[in-house]
T-cell receptor, first 111, second 116 residues
Framework: GEDVEQSLFLSVREGDSSVINCTYTDSSSTYLYWYKQEPGAGLQLLTYIFSNMDMKQDQRLTVLLNKKDKHLSLRIADTQTGDSAIYFCADFSGNTGKLIFGQGTTLQVKP | GAVVSQHPSWVICKSGTSVKIECRSL??????MFWYRQFPKQSLMLMATSNEGSKATYEQGVEKDKFLINHASLTLSTLTVTSAHPEDSSFYICSARIATPYNEQFFGPGTRLTVL
């Protein structure tokens, strides 16, 4: 079945860039999303990218997509302590019409 | 941006009782709503998909008689956990899909259910 994989943990210093990686297996993927979850809260949609795009930039966020390798990354420039959260990569499956989530990457930002 | 609310944000109940959780899309009409369950430090597990006016579609392994879903309007879906037991304690999150080409899904803030 379709699967989305992420590394579980990333620690960076405040002001550095963070790069969170994600791989997926779905060949019918149309859109890929990045969500942010703070403790005890729901998921906040950060950004998304259409599967025929290579890159999307939105202020401090840059999404890179390598469709051939089925690899997605989220770069956060000038990471702040407020960016500490769990980041989920999600794939919208054209086959099932459902979002398939990765396990989530916990981003720890040290002052 | 699109806002989804959930009520209550947390609930504690006794074993054997039923609990209803509401999910509302506040500023848009949702073509489809989803219910997820999240265990500590884990990803979201899709429980069911609901469309307004039709029966919910449950994922494999999710008991439809245990988790009753009613999607009464384009802005409201409810999840009722019937005869709750301690193993039903979890974080329940709903989401609503907006009818755009981008299939954006917006999530509620979640409901923490604790069954004693």
């Amino acid at each position: 079945g379709e699967d989305v994989e992420q590394s579980l943990f990333l620690s960076v210093r405040e002001g550095d860039s963070s790069v969170i990686n994600c791989t997926y297996t779905d060949s019918s993927s149309t859109y890929l999303y990045w969500y942010k979850q703070e403790p005890g809260a729901g998921l906040q949609l950060l950004t998304y990218i259409f599967s025929n795009m290579d890159m999307k930039q939105d202020q401090r966020l840059t999404v890179l997509l390598n469709k051939k390798d089925k690899h997605l990354s989220l770069r956060i420039a000038d990471t702040q302590t407020g960016d500490s959260a769990i980041y989920f990569c999600a794939d919208f499956s054209g086959n099932t019409g459902k979002l398939i989530f990765g396990q989530g990457t916990t981003l720890q930002v040290k002052p | 941006g699109a806002v989804v609310s959930q009520h209550p944000s947390w609930v504690i109940c006794k074993s054997g009782t039923s609990v209803k959780i509401e999910c509302r899309s506040l500023d848009f009409q949702a073509t489809t709503m989803f219910w997820y369950r999240q265990f500590p430090k884990q990803s979201l597990m899709l429980m069911a998909t609901s469309n307004e006016g039709s029966k919910a579609t449950y994922e494999q392994g999710v008991e439809k008689d245990k988790f009753l879903i009613n999607h009464a309007s384009l802005t409201l879906s409810t999840l009722t956990v019937t005869s709750a037991h301690p193993e039903d304690s979890s974080f329940y999150i709903c989401s609503a899909r907006i009818a755009t080409p981008y299939n954006e899904q917006f999530f509620g803030p979640g409901t923490r259910l604790t069954v004693l």
